[in-house]
């Protein structure tokens, strides 16, 4: 059995000295909610569940939702880990969950590479390929006087951006959409069956 499949299979139990009142019943991996509107969801449990919160499901990890609790964890990675639940997202996604998977300092050498293209200053270089971009994918379907904005503009907008700024050439923009889908649709995305195929799409983007 995979990792996932494991993690689900076993019946949810709560360890008897965490206190009653900050257990959730909640799994991310199957929560139907999560595979309709993640922030919606994730909303509702923020709104719903204590501050920092015990789910029994998955082998049992804690969900923290306060904003100053959050960046305690994200920058003491010496009392804080992402590696159980990783274990669960690879087995979904058929490839490690790199950077946000990966522990410092196995994690610097992704995130600096990141930094030099996702960082604040050169993310403001972008502002004016990013407008023209939102440009030519608007009058492209003005005249027309309808469209499906879903699929000719908030698609291909954030899509086209990343493979330019990755090097790849734009013509390959229909596989690469197919692949991003396969990867990252919600849609079984928890499914062990379709682990291959993720794994296989995966491959594909990283050759």
């Not at 992402?82 to 050498?109: D, K, R, S, V």
């Amino acid at each position: 059995m995979s990792v996932l499949t494991d993690g689900m299979a076993a019946s949810p139990t709560i360890p008897s000295h965490i206190p009653p009142e900050l257990v959730i019943d909640f799994n991310i991996c199957s929560d139907p909610k999560m595979k309709v509107d993640v922030f919606q969801r994730l909303d509702e449990l923020r709104s719903s569940a204590p501050p920092i919160a015990y789910t029994p499901h998955n082998g049992g990890h804690w969900m923290i939702f306060d904003e100053q609790s959050i960046k305690t964890a994200l920058t003491s990675p010496d009392q804080f880990t992402t590696a159980h639940l990783n274990g669960y997202i690879e087995a979904a996604i058929g490839a490690p969950f790199i950077p946000l998977g990966l522990e410092p300092p196995q994690h610097a050498p992704w995130r600096n590479v990141m930094i030099k293209y996702l960082g604040p200053v050169n993310i403001k270089k972008l502002e004016e390929a990013v407008r023209l971009r939102a440009e030519e994918l608007i009058s492209a379907v003005a005249d027309k006087g309808r469209c499906d904005f879903v699929d000719e503009v908030a698609v291909p907008m954030p899509i086209t951006i990343f493979m330019e700024l990755m090097g790849l050439p734009l013509e390959w923009f229909p596989e690469f959409r197919a692949l991003a889908v396969r990867i990252l649709d919600p849609s079984g995305l928890y499914d062990p069956s379709q682990a291959d195929a993720r794994a296989q799409a995966n491959g594909r983007v990283m050759a």
